[in-house]
């Protein structure tokens, strides 16, 4: 079994209507989808491979061998222990943004605007298949975003994970990232192009996300499954540390502002009366940063506690 592949173009095409329909499936069923031919250049795609790599070279490498992950785990494997490493991923990560650009990496040349370039392109991109899920759903053009943005024209958050998981030598005692849904909204995944390790929970089981050179993946998080009312799932996703390879893993997300307000589109609760489930209070209406006030404690937890707690606020 493998997550479904979208040829993107296909939208501004005679096929507009079956790759829309595609899109709704990928969303409802699946909750992750790849995007090919998504608009954004192979040319930006190998600068940005390039720019992610040296920066990990050149200014985080070192940091991560000398950082208290990879002591646990040296600590671990002396004592000869049949324990695996809880409360802890094997992973080198920061954040990008518009917010802090003067933390953003200096050492490595062109890194600074090739992401900027990236983080346009991608923004562009992710408030287009916004609007795609706005049809879908049969909502009013820009309610998503306009939803994220609180109402105003820009107050949503778009950030950028960089991350790499180096080759672990015992990737049998940790994992590379723990299982978890996203808090926010949309996220936009360009991720190694050989080595995998995404794994994604599908029926009870974990599927691999498969490494598909220059694709983009995405996936919907909480905010998307409490606006559509249930319709479209945030899933549970996991990345497994590996021995060989070390993974790039570039992951943007189209979040609200935290003084949105979060809850099911009226639409969708209309529609979903008189049915078993996503009847009208399935999910609470909530401010999106008393969520995250919950989610940076429970973000390895089940998500459906996290609901209650903000309905209880």
Same mark, same amino acid.
């Given at each position: 079994?493998?997550?479904?592949?979208?040829?993107?173009?296909?939208?501004?095409?005679?096929?507009?209507?079956?790759?829309?329909?595609? $899109?709704?499936?990928?969303?409802?069923?699946?909750?992750?989808?790849?995007?090919?031919?998504?608009?954004?250049?192979?040319?930006?795609?190998?600068?940005?491979?390039?720019?992610?790599?040296?920066?990990?070279?050149?200014?985080?490498?070192?940091?991560?061998?000398?950082?208290?992950?990879?002591?646990?785990?040296?600590?671990?494997?002396?004592?000869?222990?049949?324990?695996?490493?809880?409360?802890?991923?094997?992973?080198?990560?920061?954040?990008?943004?518009? &917010?802090?650009?003067?933390?953003?990496?200096?050492?490595?040349?062109?890194?600074?605007?090739?992401?900027?370039?990236?983080?346009?392109?991608?923004?562009?991109?992710?408030? &287009?298949?916004?609007?795609?899920?706005?049809?879908?759903?049969?909502?009013?053009?820009?309610?998503?975003?306009?939803?994220?943005?609180?109402?105003?024209? *820009? &107050?949503?958050?778009? +950030?950028?994970?960089?991350?790499?998981?180096?080759?672990?030598?015992?990737?049998?005692?940790?994992?590379?990232?723990?299982?978890?849904?996203?808090?926010?909204?949309?996220?936009?995944?360009?991720?190694? %192009?050989?080595?995998?390790?995404?794994?994604?929970?599908? %029926?009870?089981?974990?599927?691999?996300?498969?490494?598909?050179?220059?694709?983009?993946? $995405?996936?919907? +998080?909480?905010?998307?499954?409490?606006?559509?009312?249930?319709?479209?799932?945030?899933?549970?996703?996991?990345?497994?540390?590996?021995? %060989?390879?070390?993974?790039?893993? $570039?992951?943007?997300?189209?979040?609200?502002?935290?003084? *949105?307000?979060?809850?099911?589109?009226?639409?969708?609760?209309?529609?979903?009366?008189?049915?078993?489930?996503?009847?009208?209070?399935?999910?609470?209406?909530?401010?999106?940063?008393?969520?995250?006030?919950?989610?940076?404690?429970?973000?390895?937890?089940?998500?459906?506690?996290?609901?209650?707690?903000?309905?209880?606020?």
């Amino acid at each position: 079994m493998a997550i479904p592949v979208i040829d993107f173009s296909k939208l501004s095409g005679e096929e507009r209507a079956k790759t829309m329909a595609q $899109i709704a499936n990928g969303c409802e069923e699946w909750g992750f989808f790849q995007l090919v031919n998504h608009g954004i250049s192979e040319e930006l795609l190998e600068k940005v491979k390039k720019v992610a790599s040296e920066c990990f070279k050149l200014e985080r490498e070192e940091g991560f061998k000398n950082s208290t992950n990879v002591k646990l785990l040296n600590e671990l494997m002396e004592k000869k222990s049949s324990d695996r490493l809880e409360n802890v991923d094997w992973e080198d990560v920061f954040l990008l943004s518009d &917010n802090n650009e003067n933390e953003w990496p200096s050492k490595t040349a062109e890194f600074k605007e090739t992401m900027k370039e990236y983080r346009a392109e991608l923004k562009k991109l992710a408030e &287009n298949l916004m609007e795609i899920m706005d049809e879908n759903l049969g909502l009013p053009k820009g309610h998503i975003r306009k939803a994220f943005n609180g109402g105003e024209e *820009a &107050n949503a958050f778009f +950030g950028t994970k960089v991350s790499h998981y180096p080759p672990c030598p015992n990737p049998e005692k940790v994992i590379g990232l723990r299982a978890h849904t996203d808090a926010g909204g949309v996220i936009l995944l360009f991720q190694d %192009d050989k080595v995998g390790g995404l794994q994604i929970l599908k %029926d009870g089981e974990w599927i691999d996300v498969q490494p598909l050179p220059n694709s983009i993946v $995405i996936n919907t +998080g909480d905010q998307i499954e409490v606006l559509s009312n249930g319709r479209y799932k945030s899933v549970w996703h996991r990345v497994l540390a590996t021995q %060989d390879g070390n993974r790039r893993s $570039i992951a943007s997300f189209y979040n609200p502002s935290l003084n *949105a307000t979060i809850s099911p589109a009226p639409e969708l609760i209309e529609k979903a009366q008189g049915k078993e489930v996503n009847q009208e209070g399935a999910y609470p209406k909530f401010v999106f940063g008393d969520y995250m006030s919950v989610y940076v404690q429970q973000k390895f937890l089940p998500k459906e506690p996290r609901f209650q707690a903000v309905k209880a606020k």
